[in-house]
């Protein structure tokens, strides 16, 4: 059984730092797209940043040059580094999974695999 947990959230002024983790269980695929989403109260749920197999990177317009996603394929640990935060940046973050990554990799619908979400919250 997959499951995905989260950490490492919190609340931080702007311009600062957050790194969080999402430790990976139950994995038993060779293949993996993993990646963070974000959702604000009443927005909908939109893609931050993904990783592929072999390490390939894509982000969000919105966050390009500010977020690194990584993986840890010892520790079975995925992060999201965010740094020069803004209120903006304010929403539940949750890690995703899924063996193969949608042709649209920010499709949530897309996904099963999901972790419960930890809030970041950024004030001005």
């Known amino acids: 059984q997959v499951q995905l947990v989260e950490s490492g959230g919190g609340s931080v002024q702007a311009g600062g730092s957050l790194r969080l983790s999402c430790r990976v269980s139950g994995w038993i695929y060779s293949r993996y797209c993993m990646g963070w989403f974000r959702q604000a109260p009443g927005q909908e749920r939109e893609g931050v940043a993904v990783?592929?197999?072999?390490?390939?990177?894509l982000y969000a317009d919105a966050v390009k040059g500010r977020f690194t996603i990584s993986k840890d394929n010892a520790k079975n640990t995925l992060y999201l580094q965010m740094n020069s935060l803004k209120p903006e940046d304010t929403a539940m973050y949750y890690c995703?999974?899924?063996?193969?990554?949608?042709?649209?990799?920010?499709?949530?619908?897309?996904?099963?695999?999901w972790g419960q979400g930890t809030q970041v919250t950024v004030s001005s």
């Open positions: 990783i592929y197999t072999g390490g390939r990177t």
């Open positions: 995703a999974a899924e063996i193969y990554c949608p042709v649209v990799w920010s499709m949530f619908s897309d996904y099963r695999f």
